[in-house]
């Protein structure tokens, strides 16, 4: 996991503990320096993969590729606790909105059941067909599409 200077050690032990719960999901982030998937398939889990028949519906977790760059908000640092608590969940929060919204739109037009997510900005989809899960694995935004064993 990154550490971040101007995280302490209680948040760390807060960005640890959700590490864990992402980790008993299954999720895996992309690795730090590691060149994004480039093709639609390279993108999918292989979990994923193996579910996928003409008729079947997979849960998925789909990652998208616009993260927050913590780097770029040293100024968090002098913050006192709360206050850093509170930037940090308004960055998270903010950047997943933003981003989400054109993935939203797409999944509420096709009746789709989702949940989002603003921490590590994804979004869980219910019941996925393999031509949806091609579709979003195609989409730019997409980082990432893995299976979610936890439904």
Do not use: C
Not at 32 to 59: F, H, N, Y
């Amino acid at each position: 996991m990154k550490s971040y200077s101007f995280v302490n050690q209680r948040t760390s032990a807060l960005f640890l503990g959700l590490s864990v719960a992402f980790a008993a999901t299954g999720f895996r982030p992309t690795p730090k320096g590691a060149e994004l998937a480039k093709t639609t398939e390279a993108k999918i889990s292989r979990s994923v993969l193996a579910q996928l028949s003409p008729d079947a519906r997979v849960p998925v977790l789909v990652e998208l590729r616009d993260q927050v760059d913590f780097s770029q908000h040293r100024e968090l640092q002098d913050l006192p606790r709360v206050d850093r608590i509170r930037a940090v969940y308004d960055l998270l929060r903010h950047k997943a909105m933003d981003s989400q919204g054109p993935l939203v739109t797409l999944l509420t037009e096709r009746n789709v059941s989702f949940r989002r997510f603003h921490i590590s900005n994804m979004i869980a989809v219910w019941d996925a067909t393999a031509p949806l899960v091609q579709e979003l694995a195609a989409r730019p935004d997409v980082a990432r599409v893995y299976g979610n064993p936890h439904t």
